[in-house]
């Protein structure tokens, strides 16, 4: 069965907020209601991996949402990296709901968590693929009022200044994000984003597009979680269900990375102006911030919640180095670390149904107890750490090569160094929570329902299969990357022939 | 005219960021209320503080007559002060809930007994 490739792109939109509507009317039965939310997301992923071999296909699909030519009308674009991005949600989306059934207690299934996950998935997968500046403006505030419920449902009393701290900061983000925006738009008069990258490639380098572009670098640099506006990540993500803070700790921080990499390789060039030598500080200092601070913690989720902020700093260094390869690192390492992240936050969730606690002082002699669990924890845990042949090996193996290429050598001993430091932590926790004696008051382990385990497995499998034969999705990013460094593949698609450059 | 709407704007976000810095909560959500509408106010000024016609395109015509409005900020501003309504009002209540549930609307005095 094949569809038409307009109907492909808008499915990622319309079936989670289809999902959500359905789900809201079968509030009252449980049961079915999380297996048409797991139906739901496995309908995504399907759409996903349709989009991604159409686009492997056919190069740049586009839909122009009414009929509305570019750039007058919402522009909805699949390029690579939106297509696999989509498909990795789809992914991240399918393995949450399915956990969330084991993890979310009745009461909270019941208020509505289920659907607003798929809210969130919505606001995700539309970000990711509009080509419009203000309808981007529009997924992010869906995503974060989605966020925000979550977190605000899931938070134990006593819990909310985490989801206080949460929603002001991404509200100033989002607050700077429409600021650059009308100053952008009343710059150059379009808010489509090829067309602006047109218009603002003509013109010279003026201060007010500047600092439209300096807005737009803090607004998803917050979102991102780089260094130093990433104190909303480590003061919330802990205090959510595991479910939410997984589905938190794997999709959105990276749409901040995904804005980024959209904005600054379309309309603004990191080559010239200040955003290059910034955005190459920020992320060597996000790298080194993030994994100090994990080594400070010694909850598991706190851990994991730190390492996001460390591993955004290699994504945006991809960024920063702005070469084809560098691209293309970062776009192996965002889709490597989205399903690494999401298992461990997962992992998280099942040593503390087991052990009864997640902190490190309290569990203990879970290896001998549960060798399973201690194997699927070993798979993302020490591929985050980037031990060959695991995928977090090829993703910083990647970044390191192109690193090399233009010379960045102080970033790549920080990178080398804070890579040590990750494995350090993932140690400490394999150490404390799987090798030493259980403490004497930790109550014997309990067995971990097969519905969290079986999220856990197929993303350690995916993880495997990544590790053990990267050569497509290394080719897949290689040619994301081309993609990304020729803008005007992504301008002639959406604008047609004659106006690329 | 136009410099009257710059100051404003300007004035709008000292005041917001100014509260948005304060420790306490209240002051935070006033913070937020204020910056919104400064953002709302520059979108509104990127379309031009004139006295255009109203882009209607006549019967015997293809194009608008010349000198006319740009409507799109009109519509940007509108989606954002609905978005903007939406989230404020939720921050609200969240904010409301912490007060209650910690007695305090002092950001910084952090719960850290589990």
Known sequence: MTLRPDILIALPLALPFATAALLILLRRWVRLQSAVSVLGAALLFADGIALTAAVERAGILTMQSGRWIAPFGITLVADRLAAIMVLVTGFVALMTTLYAVADIPERQTRAGMQPVIHLLVAGVCGAFLTGDLFNLFVWF????????????????????????????????????????????YGKVGTLNMADMAVKLRGGDETRLALAAGSLLLISFAIKAGVFPLFSWLPASYHTAPIAVSALFAGLLTKVGVYALLRAYTLFFALDHGWFGPILLIASVLTMAVGVLGAAAQYEIRRILSWHIISQIGYMTLGIALFTQHALAATVFYVIHHIVVKTNLFFLSGAIEQSAGSDRLSRIGGLYRAYTLLAWLFFIPAFSLGGIPPLSGFFAKFALLRAGFEVGAYFALAVGLLVGALTLFSMTKIWAEVFWKEAPEEA????????????????????TLAISLYPQPLLRYSEAAGAQLHDSSVYIRAVLGKEAAP | MGSALAITIGVLFAVSIYLLLRRSLAKVIF???????????????????????????PPDATTPPAPYADPLPQALILTAIVIGFGILSF????????YRSRGTDDLETEEETR
């Open chain 2, 31 to 57: 913070g937020l209320m204020l910056f919104g509408q400064g953002v709302n106010l520059l979108i509104f000024s990127a379309g031009k503080m004139v006295r255009y016609r109203a882009p209607i395109i």
């Open chain 1, 443 to 462: 109550p014997p382990p309990r067995r971990v329902a097969p519905l969290r385990l079986l999220p856990i497995a197929c993303m350690a499998l995916t």
């Open chain 2, 91 to 98: 921050s609200v209540a969240l904010i409301y809930r912490a």
């Open chain 1, 141 to 184: 505030e869906v995503m974060l009022m989605a966020s925000f419920v979550l977190l605000a449902l899931g938070a134990r009393a006593g819990h909310l200044g985490g989801a206080v701290k949460y929603l002001v900061l991404n509200f100033l983000s989002s607050g700077l994000f429409l600021t650059a925006l009308g100053l952008l």
